[in-house]
């Protein structure tokens, strides 16, 4: 037991490592640009660019993943009742009832109700369990080594952010120190320190550049596409079957529902995100079917509170 939390706490202490790397690299670059290439004419610019990305990189590492909400959780009894039951498909009938008073549309691969062992929850849609974090989390999109944080629906704005501003904090130093190393290839800069930093900070911004570039492009096409990144590798099943474009409800509402309704938010990495990560549009379904319309009831009769209502609300008008 004790060799178990050691292993734990070394885990979690080298889990710290990339975000160390990265923010090593980044304290360099401004002490290079600021300090010893000193560019007065740029500083302003750069000054922008280093804290959007400082502020989009600290929001993506130290915001929480949203975790299933009680309503999920099993009741006392019902976790008796299921911890009692040996026969897998009684279990399995335990959840469907339980289920059926919950707005949840996918199953796993078998078709039984998603549900945690470890969490003891039933998985809301997009839900998945995080072995790193040891929860689950809401509309979980991947583990990121480098921000040592899950991200998904509570950061997954934030995330995106900080590839865009990394992308531009990069463009802007490789641009403005370009000139300086070529002086520095035809022998007119001074020898000095500064001919380090300038070919160092050249090498590294293009190479996080072109990195970035690629995750970045691929994320968009995610959220085009209302994907998560498990999503993209293996399909949310539905009851009647894998579809990979269930929760694809159109490239504006896709859109609003990463970024939010205000447009001029969607540049700051302040929480805009629609709904409360438990419930999601659904491409095929129209009111006259939603399911959730039916429970609608039940839901609220076992205690809904007013948000959980208006969530509802939401999605009834969203679908």
Known sequence: MALSRALRCCQRVFSWIPVIIISSVVL?????????????????IFHVCFIMFCWTYWKAIFTPPSTPSKKFHLSYSDKERYEMEERPDAQKQILTEIAKKLPIFTRAQSGAVRFCDRCQVIKPDRCHHCSVCETCVLKMDHHCPWVNNCVGFSNYKFFLLFLSYSMIYCVFIASTVFQYFLKFWVGDLPNGPAKFHVLFLLFVALMFFVSLMFLFGYHCWLVAK???????????????????????????RNLRQVFGEDK??????????????????LRTLCESENPLLANEGKWMEDG?????????SWLTLAS
Do not use: M
């Open 264 to 281: 001029k938010l969607w540049f700051i990495p302040v929480f805009t995100s629609q709904g409360d990560g438990h419930y999601f549009p």
């Open 304 to 312: 809904g509170s007013d948000e959980e209502s208006a969530v509802v």
């Open 28 to 44: 360099w670059s401004y002490y290079a640009y600021v300090f010893e290439l000193c560019f007065v004419a740029y500083l302003l």
């Open 226 to 252: 209302n994907r998560s990144t498990l999503e993209a590798f293996s399909a949310p099943v539905f009851q009647n079957g894998p579809d990979r474009n269930g929760f694809n409800v159109g490239l504006s």
